[in-house]
């Protein structure tokens, strides 16, 4: 049987990463859903990155040369 290269997050990481971020916010009360979904999807991309072998990156800005 093959082994499967999907990578998961557990439940107990996205909590960590939810706790940090509430945190980071000064600990306001009542946005402990939005910080799960914040921390689901931050440590889904790291997920998705590691499995592609890179984590993706913003293009480069194009300086052009202007013309006098």
Do not use: D, M, Q
């Given at each position: 049987m093959a082994k499967s290269t999907k990578l998961?997050?557990?439940e107990?990481?996205?909590g960590?990463?939810?706790y940090h971020i509430w945190e980071a916010e000064g600990k306001?009360?009542?946005k402990d859903f939005d910080h799960?979904?914040?921390a689901?999807?931050?440590l889904a991309g790291t997920a998705a990155a590691k499995k592609g072998g890179e984590a993706k990156r913003a293009?480069?800005?194009r300086t052009q040369a202007r013309k006098h």
């Open positions: 998961t997050v557990s107990a990481e996205i960590l990463r939810a306001p009360a009542g799960w979904l914040r689901e999807a931050e293009p480069a800005k």
